[in-house]
């Protein structure tokens, strides 16, 4: 079974916005296991962006990618082919 991600948003001061994630790794051996990853954004951070809803979906991702990596269940970052194996990539 795979850990299921939390996602939680909540407004701070000044117009600043704190973006959380967290997830349950709790097993039987270990009741209570959890791991979390939080980032405060401002909405003028994406003011200069071309498109902010990209920018702002990039900072999404970014933290997806992080917190899935802790918690063991990402994707590797490169492929593993069998030209991997042998040196056939960097």
């Known amino acids: 079974m795979k ?3 939390q996602w939680a948003c909540r407004e701070l001061n ?4 704190m973006i959380g994630v967290d997830v349950d790794l709790s097993t039987p051996q270990e009741p209570e296991c959890m791991l979390g ?3 405060a954004v401002h909405p003028f951070q994406f003011d200069e962006a071309e498109n902010p809803v990209i920018a702002f ?3 999404i991702s970014e933290m997806d990618k992080q917190i899935r990596r802790g ?3 990402g ?4 492929s593993v082919s069998r ?3 042998f040196g056939g990539a960097l």
């Open 71 to 73: 918690a063991g269940v």
């Open 57 to 59: 979906e990039k900072v």
């Open 75 to 78: 994707a590797p970052d490169h």
């Open 83 to 85: 030209a991997c194996a």
């Open 3 to 5: 850990p299921l991600l």
């Open 37 to 39: 990853l939080r980032r």
């Open 14 to 17: 000044n117009g600043w916005v």
